[in-house]
C-alpha cells in the first residue's frame, strides 16, 4: 500500500469517527440500555397471558390466610412512655 492508501484510511477512520460523536445522543436514544430494557420489557409483556381464577379455589385461599393468620405469634406491645 502507498502513503496514499493509508492516509485515506486514516481520513475515513476519522470522518466515521466525527460523524459517531455527533450523533452520539441520538443513537444512545435509541441503542442505549435503557431503550434496550423498554423493548426487552415490551416483548415479555407481549408474551403474557392472564389466567382466571376459579371461585371455589378463592374461598380456599381466603380461609388459608385467615388459618394463617391466625397461628401468627403476637408479640405484647411495649409502653414507649417509659423510655421518655
Given at each position: 500500500?502507498?502513503d496514499?492508501?493509508?492516509?485515506?484510511?486514516v481520513?475515513?477512520?476519522?470522518?466515521?469517527l466525527?460523524?459517531?460523536?455527533?450523533e452520539?445522543?441520538?443513537?444512545?436514544?435509541?441503542?442505549?440500555?435503557?431503550?434496550?430494557a423498554?423493548r426487552?420489557?415490551?416483548?415479555?409483556k407481549?408474551?403474557?397471558?392472564l389466567?382466571?381464577?376459579?371461585?371455589?379455589?378463592?374461598?380456599?385461599?381466603?380461609?388459608?390466610?385467615?388459618?394463617?393468620?391466625?397461628?401468627?405469634?403476637?408479640?405484647?406491645?411495649?409502653?414507649?412512655r417509659?423510655?421518655?
Amino acid at each position: 500500500m502507498s502513503d496514499v492508501g493509508i492516509v485515506a484510511i486514516v481520513l475515513l477512520a476519522c470522518a466515521v469517527l466525527v460523524l459517531v460523536g455527533a450523533e452520539w445522543p441520538r443513537l444512545s436514544e435509541r441503542f442505549g440500555s435503557p431503550a434496550w430494557a423498554a423493548r426487552s420489557r415490551r416483548r415479555r409483556k407481549e408474551r403474557l397471558q392472564l389466567i382466571q381464577g376459579r371461585e371455589e379455589g378463592d374461598d380456599e385461599f381466603a380461609k388459608s390466610v385467615e388459618r394463617d393468620l391466625a397461628n401468627l405469634p403476637v408479640i405484647e406491645e411495649r409502653d414507649d412512655r417509659s423510655r421518655r
